[in-house]
């Protein structure tokens, strides 16, 4: 299967970000809230969407 160039453009972009905070979950997390909280825009939080089971299931 060939492989899509937009998604491994993602990939490799992850790959970098994550190698950037030595891949540290809790780095990444934090760099990404510094982030939003300099980029000036509005961060929405929306709360989770409860899923109904199927009629007939």
Do not use: C, N, T, W
Request: glycine share 6%; hydrophobic share 35%.
């Amino acid at each position: 299967m060939r492989e899509d160039p937009i998604v491994a453009e993602i990939r490799r972009f992850r790959m970098e970000h994550a190698e950037k905070y030595g891949h540290d979950l809790k780095r990444i997390y934090e760099a990404l809230q510094d982030f939003e909280s300099k980029s000036g825009r509005e961060v929405v939080y929306r709360k989770p969407r409860i899923l109904l089971p199927k009629a007939g299931s």
